[in-house]
């Protein structure tokens, strides 16, 4: 008999279109695994309250260009749920029955909590904001994942979400998957103005919703060998952000693009020109998907509304186990 598929979930903070690094960091990753495991891709939108409390109604939009954003990479909605956060309120129930259990130091302590935290300040970081990783506890296991395809921001997370459950298993006795990594193959993507990262507070992102024409003038404007004042200088690939990028994005001609810099047979101008070319090859078939759900918007909320339907009846079902367990049902 087949054995059911082990399933996978993973997602999105719903805070704005998503980029080249999260599809490098993650989204490539969905794509692969949507075959062989049972995808639930989960639009968060509660977490994005945590940093975007003030502005709710770019969460509206956000949900929707984030799930677009999926489905244009070649998620098969057929095979993929999609979960509106907020729409399960399992995941609400099981973040507090997970607060109990988890100290403030291990939060205050999570080294992506501190990055992320030393942009606001630790006086402004709310309740919230320091238990995302609770909830992202609750995102992952009310519907028992197996699998959890991230970034390496995310390790941490996943690391303290994997002793809360073995924490809460122990002590009441139930069976709630403890969720294993999956990490990217790629490591973080720079941005192409040399930052260390690719993103979207920093401006440096490029959208896979841009135009060829925007595509063409990020990666024009991109920093590269600083030393390479003029053309006949030649260039060391190992330091340019435009040669990490073709590492990525034009494997194929890598070595050749990488040694006829090293030895000044093409400027940076004519190198970009190929990279902005691979990007636009790699984006053209999501902006055909893309151009399709946005004139199909119904079909869009219909694929968010069924997939939080099914996921809120997997999820009362996982509370109802734990509030037994917890000897709290009556
Ligand atoms: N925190 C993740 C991010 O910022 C998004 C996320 C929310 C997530 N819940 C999750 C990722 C559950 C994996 C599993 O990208």
């Known amino acids: 008999m087949n054995q059911p598929k082990k399933r996978i979930l993973t ?13 490098v960091g993650s989204l490539i990753n969905r794509v692969a695994l949507q075959d062989t495991y049972d995808t639930f891709i989960l639009l968060a939108d509660v977490q994005a309250l945590t940093t975007h ?7 509206q939009t956000s949900i929707y260009d984030v799930t677009i954003d999926n ?12 979960v509106q956060q907020s729409a399960v309120k399992a995941i609400a129930e099981m973040t507090i029955f997970y607060s109990m259990i988890v100290s403030v130091n291990a939060l205050r302590h999570n080294p992506t909590i501190k990055s992320e935290a030393a942009q606001y300040g630790y006086e402004e970081l709310s309740y919230g904001f320091l238990g995302y990783p609770v909830s992202q506890t609750a995102d992952i296991t009310f519907c028992n994942a ?12 996943l690391e303290l979400s994997r002793k809360i459950v073995r924490k809460f298993n122990n002590m009441y006795g ?9 990490l990217s193959a790629t490591p973080r993507l720079a941005g192409l103005d040399g930052n260390a990262k690719m993103s979207k507070s920093l401006g440096n992102a490029i959208y896979l919703s841009d135009t ?36 990525i994005f034009t494997p194929d001609r890598y070595e050749e693009l990488a040694e006829k810099c090293r030895t000044a047979k093409i400027g940076c101008v004519e190198c970009k020109k190929i990279l902005a070319e691979s990007l636009n090859t790699l984006l053209e ?8 759900y946005e004139a199909h918007m119904d079909e869009v909320r219909d694929i968010i509304i069924t997939g939080s339907r099914k996921a809120s009846e997997i999820g009362d079902a996982q509370v109802a186990l734990m509030r037994e367990a917890m000897h709290l049902a009556l």
Request: hydrophobic fraction near 30%.
């Open 71 to 82: 489905l244009s990479v070649g998620l098969d909605p057929n095979k993929v749920t999609f």
């Open 146 to 157: 197996d699998l959890v395809p991230v970034g390496e921001d995310q390790i941490p997370h």
């Open 11 to 23: 997602g999105d903070r719903t805070t704005g279109r998503l980029h080249l690094g999260h599809y």
């Open 212 to 247: 060829p024409e925007e595509v063409n003038e990020k990666v024009r404007k991109a920093v590269t060998d600083p030393a390479r004042v003029t053309k006949d200088i030649p260039g060391n690939p190992e330091i340019c952000n435009v040669a990490k990028y073709h590492k």
């Open 285 to 292: 078939p999501m902006r055909e998907k893309r151009a399709y």
């Open 174 to 182: 139930t069976n709630i998957t403890v969720p294993k990594i999956k």
């Open 53 to 59: 409390f003030e502005h709710p109604e770019l969460l």
